[in-house]
């Protein structure tokens, strides 16, 4: 595969299951089975990385699917970047014990910059901040709460702070398979030199690449892969030609 672009499997996980949400609420979510089944699926498949979300621990401050994401820590040979309900100091580093490449920060760092400094120092190149955006402003707490800040902004404020990339979520399309806006990850990507790994909305190939074009140097893709709009070996002809 093309190293300069990767397309990252999510896994979010909800109530021990593969779960997607629309928009990022609750209540629209469709279950797609074991997480753990999911994670050895996409790797046999050709994944270099899976993205996993506890969906649970996004919504109430702090892991809740333990049990799940440690198994496939323990079952996977690839990459694994962890992100949901990941507040403190100690579950990071619980995390990278077990087993994470990376661990994403979203409430936690918006709460607490100095935080990212600090992981950063301590686990160079391991630490991402999750900027999640609705009408271009950042949501937290399983994105319910609004904070006024720009995502371009923040992603600046990060990348001085050590932060390892960014991971840009557009929630008002996320799970609703009906294409990307790849405006705010444009500017991003002239803004910082840190990698941009895009999510929320794709379709279909073309909006790979946009996320290619505007500058990202991954994408996380869910709905998509989970209801056969793409297949993962699609993707990776597509990788490969580009």
Request: charged fraction near 30%; aromatic fraction near 6%; charge should be negative.
């Given at each position: 595969?093309?190293?300069?672009?990767?397309?990252?499997?999510?896994?979010?996980?909800?109530?021990?299951?593969?779960?997607?949400?629309?928009?990022?609420?609750?209540?629209?979510?469709?279950?797609?089975?074991?997480?753990?089944?999911?994670?050895?699926?996409?790797?046999?498949?050709?994944?270099?990385?899976?993205?996993?979300v506890?969906?649970?621990?996004?919504f109430?401050?702090?892991?809740?699917?333990?049990?799940?994401?440690?198994?496939?820590?323990?079952?996977?040979?690839?990459?694994?970047?962890?992100?949901?309900?990941?507040?403190?100091?100690?579950?990071?580093?619980?995390?990278?014990?077990?087993?994470?490449?990376?661990?994403?920060?979203?409430?936690?760092?918006?709460?607490?910059?100095?935080?990212?400094?600090?992981?950063?120092?301590?686990?160079?190149?391991?630490?991402?901040?999750?900027?999640?955006?609705?009408?271009?402003?950042?949501?937290?707490?399983?994105?319910?709460?609004?904070?006024?800040?720009?995502?371009v902004?923040?992603?600046?404020?990060?990348?001085?702070?050590?932060?390892?990339?960014?991971?840009?979520?557009?929630?008002?399309?996320?799970?609703?398979?009906?294409?990307?806006?790849?405006?705010?990850?444009?500017?991003?990507?002239?803004?910082?030199?840190?990698?941009?790994?895009?999510?929320?909305?794709?379709?279909s190939?073309e909006?790979?690449?946009?996320?290619?074009?505007?500058?990202?140097?991954?994408?996380?893709?869910?709905?998509?892969?989970?209801?056969?709009?793409?297949?993962?070996?699609?993707?990776?002809?597509?990788?490969?030609?580009?």
């Open positions: 595969m093309n190293p300069l672009f990767e397309v990252i499997p999510a896994i979010d996980i909800q109530n021990g299951k593969t779960v997607q949400l629309v928009g990022g609420l609750r209540g629209t979510e469709k279950y797609y089975g074991d997480p753990i089944e999911c994670a050895l699926r996409w790797e046999e498949m050709g994944a270099k990385t899976v993205h996993i506890d969906i649970d621990g996004a109430e401050g702090e892991i809740k699917n333990k049990s799940a994401i440690e198994e496939i820590l323990g079952k996977v040979d690839i990459s694994v970047q962890i992100g949901g309900g990941i507040r403190t100091e100690e579950r990071v580093t619980e995390l990278l014990e077990m087993g994470a490449e990376r661990v994403i920060l979203g409430t936690a760092a918006i709460e607490n910059p100095t935080l990212v400094e600090i992981l950063s120092d301590k686990y160079p190149k391991c630490i991402m901040v999750s900027l999640d955006s609705k009408g271009r402003e950042i949501v937290v707490e399983g994105w319910e709460k609004k904070t006024s800040l720009d995502p902004k923040a992603a600046e404020m990060y990348e001085e702070r050590g932060a390892a990339g960014i991971l840009f979520t557009d929630v008002e399309v996320e799970g609703k398979l009906e294409g990307v806006r790849g405006g705010v990850i444009e500017e991003m990507a002239r803004s910082v030199e840190i990698p941009i790994v895009a999510s929320g909305g794709v379709a190939l909006d790979l690449e946009i996320f290619h074009r505007a500058g990202a140097s991954a994408a996380v893709v869910g709905s998509a892969l989970y209801e056969g709009s793409i297949s993962f070996e699609e993707i990776t002809k597509w990788i490969k030609s580009i």
